[in-house]
């Protein structure tokens, strides 16, 4: 299909690890992206992989990428309650769709306290 | 810099009632996006506008308009509202169309049409 594809939720507890997980569909995609939204508000890029990429670090965030299978992860380490909103992953296909962003409908995360 | 603004923040409209949504960029981006974002699905492109000048239709472009005013300001009209129409809708702005620059988007319009 054309969809990228998340888990609508995820619940941890706080100072546990996160991970979100997200298959993309395009191969030959050359960027991609975790964007956060908390309630009532905008998409706030959070961090982007280029697909020659394994892996990227920046802080508590994590990314892998597996080409092989078009998986995308996003790992939160330490997660906080300020961490508790809507993330989405999204996938910049290469040709003619490169001005496009596709994404993914987003997973809810809940942080306990 | 306030990077991407719009307005209004909410709105509520009957069915047939026209309005325009205003998205403004102080980026000095070059290329500017409609984005809607209804429950449980992610964001689907309505219009873009790649450069000042040009506008091109996206995934869901039925029943909308659009207009590249200069290279700040990207409006999207809605003619005839439709309770379909009902969804949040973000405005983005980029320094460029494709390449590795992220979008940038606004705080979003709330939609209700009745």
């Not at chain 2, 909308?64 to 300001?73: A, G």
Request: glycine residues 8%; proline residues 4%; hydrophobic residues 30%.
């Amino acid at each position: 299909g054309e969809d990228v594809e998340q888990s609508l939720f995820l619940s941890v507890r706080e100072g546990d690890s996160s991970v979100i997980n997200c298959t993309y569909t395009d191969s030959s995609s050359t960027y991609l992206y975790w964007y956060k939204q908390e309630p009532g508000a905008g998409l706030q890029l959070l961090t982007y992989i280029f697909s020659n990429m394994d892996m990227k670090q920046d802080q508590r965030l994590t990314v892998l990428l597996n080409k092989k299978d078009k998986h995308l992860s996003l790992r939160i380490a330490d997660t906080q309650t300020g961490d508790s909103a809507i993330y989405f992953c999204a996938e910049r296909r290469s040709g003619a769709g490169s001005y496009q962003l596709t994404f993914g409908k987003g997973t809810k995360l809940s942080v306990i306290p | 810099n306030a990077g991407v603004t719009q307005t209004p923040k909410f709105q509520v409209l009957k069915t047939g009632q026209s309005m325009t949504l205003q998205c403004a960029q102080d980026m000095n981006h070059n290329s500017m996006y409609w984005y809607r974002q209804d429950p449980g699905m992610g964001l689907r492109l309505i219009y873009y506008s790649a450069s000042e000048g040009t506008t091109d239709k996206g995934e869901v472009p039925n029943g909308y308009n659009v207009s590249r005013l200069n290279k700040r300001e990207f409006s999207l009209r809605l003619e005839s509202a439709a309770p379909s129409q009902t969804s949040v809708y973000f405005c983005a702005s980029s320094p460029q169309i494709g390449g590795q620059e992220t979008q940038y988007f606004g705080p979003g319009t709330r939609l209700l049409v009745l």
